[in-house]
C-alpha cells in the first residue's frame, strides 16, 4: 500500500473552504457590530435619564434648607463637586452621554431652575421627553439644539413647551414634538 498519497491529501485547505470561512465571519461581525451600536445608544439614553434624576435630586437637596436658587449656574455647581464626574469637562462646562452641552440656571428671579440638555438624539429625545419627572416639573421645552436656553414663557405654551398638568409626555406626542435640526435636539426642564 502507498501511504505516501494518502498523507499529501490530508493537509490543507481549498480556497474556497478559506473564503466560505471568511463570509461567515463577515456576517457575525457586522451582525455583531449593529447589534453593539444599539446597546450602546440605548445605553446612553439610560445615562442621560439617570443624569437628569441625579441633577434634580442633588440641586434640590442641595437647596432645601434655601429661600431660592441663588447662585445656581454651572459654574459654582461645578466647583460644589456635586454632579456626576463624567458630566465635568472644565470648570463651567458640562456634557451629556451623547457629548452635547448641558446648561444648568436659576430662573424667575431665582425662584426656580432649568436644565438644558442639548445635542440629543431624536431616539433618546423622545425618550427622555416622556419620563414622568414627578410633580416639581413645571415646564419642558423641547427645540431643536443650538437654542442655549430657550425662553420660558409660563402662560405661552406653543412650540413644543408643555404645562407640567400634560406631563409625563406620551410617547406619540414627544416623537411629534422632538423636531430637531441637524440630528438633534435640546431638551429644557423648568422646576420650581
Known amino acids: 500500500m502507498n501511504f505516501s498519497l494518502l498523507k499529501s491529501h490530508q493537509f490543507g485547505r481549498s480556497t474556497i473552504e478559506i473564503l466560505g470561512v471568511l463570509a461567515i465571519i463577515g456576517i457575525l461581525s457586522i451582525t455583531g457590530i449593529s447589534g453593539y451600536a444599539k446597546v450602546m445608544e440605548k445605553m446612553k439614553i439610560d445615562n442621560t435619564i439617570n443624569e437628569v434624576a441625579t441633577i434634580i435630586r442633588t440641586i434640590k ?12 449656574e454651572n459654574k459654582n455647581i461645578i466647583s460644589w463637586g456635586v454632579l456626576p464626574k463624567n458630566m465635568v469637562t472644565g ?30 438624539p431624536k431616539k433618546a429625545c423622545v425618550a427622555v421627553a416622556s419620563v414622568d419627572w414627578g410633580n416639581s416639573i413645571t415646564h419642558l421645552f423641547i427645540s431643536p439644539s443650538g437654542y442655549e436656553l430657550p425662553r420660558y414663557f409660563p402662560k405661552y405654551l406653543d412650540n413644543g413647551e408643555h404645562d407640567a398638568t400634560e406631563l409625563p409626555l406620551p410617547v406619540e406626542h414627544a416623537v411629534k414634538d422632538c423636531w430637531c435640526t441637524h440630528s438633534t435636539c435640546g431638551i429644557a426642564f423648568f422646576f420650581k
Open 61 to 72: 437637596n442641595f437647596y432645601k434648607d434655601q429661600k431660592d436658587y441663588s447662585a445656581l
Open 91 to 120: 470648570t463651567e462646562t458640562l456634557r451629556n452621554p451623547f457629548n452635547g452641552n448641558v446648561k444648568i440656571r436659576s430662573i424667575s428671579y431665582n425662584s426656580g431652575f432649568v436644565i438644558v440638555y442639548n445635542g440629543l
